[in-house]
């Protein structure tokens, strides 16, 4: 199937309130104009550089979500092009985030990344940390910088079971953190979680955003 009717299969099996963010890293402008003709606008990068590159070729009413580790020397890289940094993964690089922001007279949004993985590579706060953060104020009093929720992977395992479990953790984690932390903040509603293999059963443990790349525009192509 071509790009545009692999986007229109995914979103028709997405409920209402889910919203797709069609991760287009390592592949070309031409595929990811596929799936802008198509009608999609949120779309996903993971590499400072590639995302700095791709977004002064495409239209302007694209939602970049930057959703890869993002190093410290690179936030002011994205800064102009990111609508939203999904992978905010320590107090120090969220600061960062908001002083850029602040300098260039932009708002950016931005979610807080959860380690409940069992690969110890991939990066975040765990449950523990984030809740103490939180408690502690350090989320709190940022001029430039809309906390709006929360982005986690599971594991990379054939174990649905145990998939189910860690997606299930970030949503109750979530649910304090909004209820406890962020009762003030309406924006603080979004859980991004599921990708490709896990997608569906990410949506049943309260994912709002998917981030789904390989169906969508198949293999990568550099």
């Not at 963010?21 to 606008?41: L, N, T």
């Not at 002064?56 to 580790?69: N, V, Y």
């Not at 984690?173 to 903040?185: G, P, V, Y």
Request: hydrophobic share 45%.
């Amino acid at each position: 199937m071509s790009v545009a009717q692999n986007l229109q299969h995914i979103i028709a099996q997405l409920p209402e309130g889910v919203n797709l963010v069609a991760v287009s890293k390592f592949h070309p402008i031409e595929k990811i104009m596929e799936a802008y003709k198509a009608g999609q606008r949120i779309f996903g990068e993971n590499r400072a550089q590639e995302l700095a590159t791709k977004a002064p070729q495409m239209p302007t009413d694209i939602e970049w979500h930057f959703i890869g580790h993002l190093q410290k020397n690179k936030v002011r890289m994205i800064m102009p092009w990111a609508s939203t940094i999904q992978s905010i993964d320590s107090v120090e690089l969220l600061q960062l985030v908001n002083k850029e922001a602040a300098r260039i007279n932009r708002h950016v949004n931005v979610l807080l990344q959860l380690h409940v993985a069992k690969e110890q590579t991939k990066s975040g706060f765990t449950v523990e940390e984030i809740l103490n953060t939180a408690n502690e104020g350090a989320f709190d009093n940022l001029s430039n910088v809309t906390i709006c929720g929360v982005m986690a992977m599971a594991t990379f395992t054939d174990d649905m079971t145990q998939v189910a479990s860690e997606f299930e953790l970030v949503h109750n984690t979530f649910l304090t953190l909004r209820d406890k932390n962020f009762a003030s903040n309406t924006e603080f509603k979004q859980i991004s979680m599921g990708m490709s293999d896990d997608w569906p059963i990410a949506v049943k443990h309260g994912a709002t955003l998917v981030r789904i790349g390989t169906d969508i525009f198949g293999a990568r192509e550099y």
